[in-house]
């Protein structure tokens, strides 16, 4: 079983709709959650950081986290094509960092 | 602060040859992470440094590979010898704690 497990997608949503990211994990010993956001050919970067359970907001990005279900969400609301790329779910646990394999997500004008 | 940088960018090697890998991380980050990147796999933990020392290497394929932190200011990874199947974009990252993570622009490797 994976550490993270994310659909690979592609996820394709018109521009102004909700994009919802789904993420679980293995460990219910894992601590910390983080999205990043990687374009095409570029490295990743962090857009969103989550600790406790519920629900927490940055701008039009929502992040999400169940941990008795062992699940992490990233709502992207008023969706851009801007927005389209690959986000992947990483957890962290004691000294040990994971990553997902991403979802591929397209905003369609 | 310039970000981590990573050099090559890009890098076309023939089988068999030496290839040598080079990272600057960001100033006062503690931790640096090797990551390989391919379609099959996605983004694969190599290695990681905490404070110059490495603490996790399981990631490694093989002994071909191998990774220094001489000082917390430079890091190389090197495959010797190298293999087609090593092709992928491999990154450098750094970061203050585990998680917030700061990526590097990656060196595409491409062997021949």
Redesign the interface.
């Known amino acids: 079983q994976k550490e993270v497990e994310q659909n690979s997608g592609p996820l394709s949503v018109p521009e102004g709709a909700i994009a919802s990211l789904n993420c679980t994990y293995s460990d219910r010993g894992s601590q910390?959650f983080?999205w990043y956001r990687q374009y095409s050919g570029?490295?990743?970067?962090?857009i969103m950081?989550i600790y406790s359970n519920g629900d927490k907001e940055d701008g039009r990005f929502t992040a999400q986290l169940n941990k008795a279900s062992q699940y992490v969400s990233l709502l992207i609301r008023d969706s851009q094509p801007s927005d389209s790329a690959t986000y992947?779910c990483?957890v962290?646990r004691g000294?040990?960092?994971?990553?997902?394999?991403?979802t591929s997500l397209t905003v369609i004008p | 602060d310039a970000g981590v940088i990573q050099s090559p960018r890009h890098e076309v090697t023939e089988m068999g040859q030496e290839v040598t890998l080079r990272c600057k991380p960001i100033s006062g980050h503690d931790y640096l992470?090797w990551y390989r990147q391919t379609m099959m796999?996605?983004?694969e933990?190599l290695i990681?440094f905490n404070n110059n020392v490495p603490?996790?290497d399981s990631g490694m394929p093989e002994d071909r590979f191998s990774a220094k932190m001489p000082n917390a200011s430079f890091s190389t990874l090197k495959i010797q010898p190298s293999e087609p199947r090593d092709s992928a974009v491999y990154?450098c990252a750094s970061s203050l704690t585990?998680?917030?993570?700061?990526?590097?622009?990656?060196t595409r490797l491409t062997v021949v």
């Open positions: 910390s983080f570029k490295s990743p970067e962090l950081s992947l990483a962290e000294n040990q960092f994971y990553f997902g394999t991403g | 992470f796999r996605g983004l933990l990681y603490i996790d990154f585990l998680g917030t993570t700061f990526f590097g622009q990656g």
